[in-house]
Nanobody
């Protein structure tokens, strides 16, 4: 069974950057589609972006397109979320998720990492 662990969250000023990591243990990660989601306090969890394992194609929500980039390093069993030009409204707990078959629904979830962007 694959287990996902996010890391890299923290406090950053508006306009700054952070790089989140989602590392899988227990099984090879290379054939999993991986998505990133975020949940702000009092709000629903929302899709941020995803990477498809077959061709590494990526998808982003309109709110992060052009600022966030998803990549993966299969040798390290890790998927990254590079976040640039951060805004206070990006403040949330960020989760990674994985699935063998889908880029829209996910069967495996990490525990989340907090990202706080100060103005």
């Amino acid at each position: 069974q694959v287990q996902l662990v996010e890391s890299g969250g923290g406090l950053v000023q508006a306009g700054g950057s952070l790089k989140l990591s989602c590392t899988a243990s227990g099984r090879t990660f290379s054939r999993y589609n991986v998505g990133w989601f975020r949940q702000a306090p009092g709000k629903e969890r929302k899709f941020v972006g995803a990477i498809r394992w077959t061709d590494s194609s990526t998808y982003y929500s309109d709110s992060v397109k052009g600022r966030f980039t998803i990549s993966r390093d299969n040798a390290k069993n890790t998927v990254y979320l590079q976040m640039n030009s951060l805004k206070p409204e990006d403040t949330a707990v960020y989760y990674c998720a994985a699935d063998l078959y889908s880029v829209s629904t996910y069967s495996l979830w990490g525990q989340g990492t907090q990202v706080t962007v100060s103005s």
